[in-house]
Structure formats: C-alpha cells, structure tokens
C-alpha cells in the first residue's frame, strides 16, 4: 500500500519568516496530492491541493511543489502568521478516492 | 449546508461495551469515510464506502463495523470496545478526491 513520510515532525519560526513541510510517497500511480490544517480540538481542513499533471500551484500566502520522478512534494508557507500555528498533515492518493495520510507537521509561529 | 455532521462529540465507555457512532452529510456525496486520529500517526482509514451499498476495509478495521445506511449516513460501531480503541473518530465524505471531514468524535474507552 501507500506509504506517505512527513518532515519534519515540528517547526517553530519566527514570524514574517518561511515555513517549508516536505512529503514523500511510494506508489507511482498516486495523482493526487492534499494538504490539510488542523488546528487544535477541530477538525482538518483542505487548504490546497494539487495533481500529478500539475509542477506548482499557490494561493496567497501557500504554495505546493510536486516532483513525480522523485516522489516527493511540498508545502510552503511565506509570511507566517500567529493563526498559521497548527498541525499539517499531507496525503496522497491510494485509488477509489482513498488517502494515505503523513503523521503530520506541528508548525509554532513564534511572535 | 450543514457538510459532515458526527454524533456523539464526546464519549467514555468501559471495556466491553458497545457503541454506534453517527455520521451524515448533506453535500450528495457518494464517497463516505472513517478514520481515527492517534498522536503522532495521522489520520488511518478503518473503513470506506465508495458509493451507496458498498462498504471496503481499510487500513486498520480490525474491532468495527460498518453501515452505509443510505447515501448520507455511513455509522461505525465498535461491538465490544477496548482501550486501544481511545482515539478521536473523524467521518468524511467526498465526491472525487477532495475530501471534507466532521467535526470528530472523541472517544475514551478504560
């Protein structure tokens, strides 16, 4: 099956600063690839997402990057906010709309 | 538009007991999920329901069922609850790949 890696675990970064959170997959037939927020005690929520036909895509202040020949893609967040803290989890897709989801990425934005 | 809804939001059973958690959506969604969320492992699958009438394992079912009751409800049961199932519950719906999730139940199980 699908085996989805997270890194780090945790980032803390000063304000106004970047934050970068790195996924990589397993499986080659894998074409979609989303990333969530979770803040604490709700529920996660879809920010950006992107497909395998596609290198980058942004909106405001976040940023995806796939690179399918390495299996590998990214989320970059430029400016960072105090309500940017929280817990990131990437996935990818597994087939019959399944996802396999990373252990996930606690971001502190330090004021 | 309510989206996913779940019910309960929190609940503690002791070992051995049963329970049903609810789940609806309102979005005509045909893809229905169930995952649990422990520290440090993400989000795992324990069941699915592509459309309708069809109910899939996933990654960790071992100890639930299952019921897509119709095309909003998809209920998970734990028949004989035990202390590794304490976990916070979250249902999903989706139509393609994009999915919308609940707002989870927590469960504690001692």
């Known amino acids: 099956g699908e085996n989805v890696e997270q890194h780090p675990s945790t980032l803390s970064v000063q304000e106004g600063d970047s934050a970068v959170i790195k996924c990589t997959y397993s499986?080659?037939?894998?074409?979609?690839f989303p990333w969530y927020k979770q803040e604490l005690g709700k529920r996660p929520q879809l920010i950006i997402d992107i497909r395998s036909n596609v290198g980058e895509k942004k909106d405001q202040r976040i940023a995806v990057t796939l690179n399918k020949t390495a299996k590998h893609f990214s989320l970059h967040i430029t400016e960072t906010q105090p309500e940017d803290s929280a817990v990131y989890f990437c996935?990818?897709?597994?087939?019959?709309?399944?996802?396999?989801f990373g252990a996930g990425t606690t971001v502190t934005v330090r004021a | 538009n309510a989206g996913v809804t779940q019910t309960p939001k929190f609940q503690v059973l002791k070992t051995g007991q049963s329970m049903t958690l609810q789940c609806a959506q309102d979005m005509n969604h045909n893809s229905m999920y169930w995952y649990r969320q422990d520290p440090g492992m993400g989000l795992r699958l324990i069941y699915y329901s592509a459309s309708e009438g069809t109910t899939d394992k996933g990654e960790v079912p071992n100890g639930y069922n299952v019921s897509r009751l119709n095309k909003r409800e998809f209920s998970l049961r734990l028949e004989s609850a035990a202390p590794s199932q304490t976990s916070v519950y979250f249902c999903a719906s989706s139509e393609t790949d994009a999915q919308a999730f609940g707002p989870g139940t927590r469960l504690t199980v001692t």
């Open positions: 996935a990818a897709s597994l087939g019959d709309y399944k996802l396999s």
């Open positions: 499986d080659s037939a894998s074409n979609y």
